[in-house]
T-cell receptor, first 116, second 113 residues
């Protein structure tokens, strides 16, 4: 079974530029998550999708971050414009079950973003 | 507000000995706890979990203990192996809303051969 795929693996941009990350979850997984992991911290949930609907985006900085999951499969996370403090690893995860239950989350390798 | 805390950023253990990683939480609503392991340049992988109705869960060399009164959990690895060297995150979840995971800051374990 293929795991969660993410691209690009690394990205370096200057502040005020825009950037997009892509995630392809495990086939058949209903729930998709985007996490931000700043150096020295644990992953922090940014947004959670169930199929193509948003379940939780309470910690997403909506003035600059946006995400979509068209057709309930793969997803993109965009930052526009980027700030220095957005430098982090962006992790995508997916789970088979629906929100509202404990589901094992499978993580992708992440995209390391550096904002200069 | 750090609801899940891992106060030891790093730990070194000799191969074959026991590794004990600790995690504290503040939210009494948490009722499900997990440990994830992360190697460099890879995403975290699920290791073991425990529900609040239990105080111990074992899976091979890995055992998680939960002390609800102290709001403390620990992961024991016996015997430790060099391949266990990684960053370990504990996470907690509550049976409310979307059951989202709150992660600790991680402990880097180094098992010395």
């Amino acid at each position: 079974e293929a795991g969660v795929a993410q691209s690009p693996r690394y990205k370096i941009i200057e502040k005020r530029q825009s950037v997009a990350f892509w995630c392809n979850p495990i086939s058949g997984h209903a729930t998709l998550y985007w996490y931000q992991q700043i150096l020295g911290q644990g992953p922090k949930l940014l947004i959670q999708f169930q199929n193509n609907g948003v379940v939780d985006d309470s910690q997403l900085p909506k003035d600059r971050f946006s995400a979509e999951r068209l057709k309930g499969v793969d997803s993109t996370l965009k930052i526009q414009p980027a700030k220095l403090e957005d430098s982090a690893v962006y992790l995508c995860a997916s789970s088979l079950g629906l929100a509202g239950a404990y589901n094992e989350q499978f993580f992708g390798p992440g995209t390391r973003l550096t904002v200069l | 507000d750090q609801q899940v805390k891992q106060n030891s950023p790093s730990l070194s253990v000799q191969e074959g000995r026991i590794s004990i990683l600790n995690c504290d939480y503040t939210n009494s609503m948490f009722d499900y706890f997990l440990w994830y392991k992360k190697y460099p340049a890879e995403g975290p992988t699920f290791l073991i979990s425990i529900s609040s109705i239990k105080d111990k869960n074992e899976d091979g060399r890995f055992t998680v203990f939960l002390n609800k009164s102290a709001k403390h959990l620990s992961l024991h690895i016996v015997p430790s192996q060099p391949g266990d060297s990684a960053v370990y995150f504990c996470a907690a979840s509550a049976r409310t809303g979307t059951y989202k995971y709150i992660f600790g800051t991680g402990t880097r374990l180094k098992v010395l051969a």
